[in-house]
């Protein structure tokens, strides 16, 4: 496995992580019109090409395909955190996450925090992330709780 900054022309490799593990994942503790919310099936490209311009995130690789990615921001927010369905528990989340740790130290951050959802609350438990405060959010009219986790790094 490699963990690097994405490539320009990978966008399309990215989003399909990012649908996958929402569509797949999330699906099972969310309504579908928030998966189709939150991980449209017409995504705008052009746009999502913008954002991971910006955001220059991390991207996990296995074997040239491109399984998980991770961004940070200057401030230790995590706004974009995902894993391939059939990759996960494999240690790719870890390995992400040891990244960001890695770059949040290299901006002087002391504390990385999330908004983290139903599904991923476990995997952030996991590595010693603790819920500051739950929210229960109601979106298109369904729930839609979710939590804000964060950890203080040595």
Known sequence: MEIRRYKSEEEPAIWQVVYRATHES??????PELIERWAPRNKNMQEWAARLAETKPFVA???GTIVGMAEIDGDGFIDFFYVRPDWQGKGIGKALLKTLETEAARLRVQVIFADVSVTAKEFFSSQSFRVVEAKSNVILGHPAPNFRMEKRLE
């Not at 999330?26 to 309504?31: I, L």
């Open 26 to 31: 999330n699906a099972r503790d969310y309504h």
């Open 61 to 63: 690789v296995v074997d």
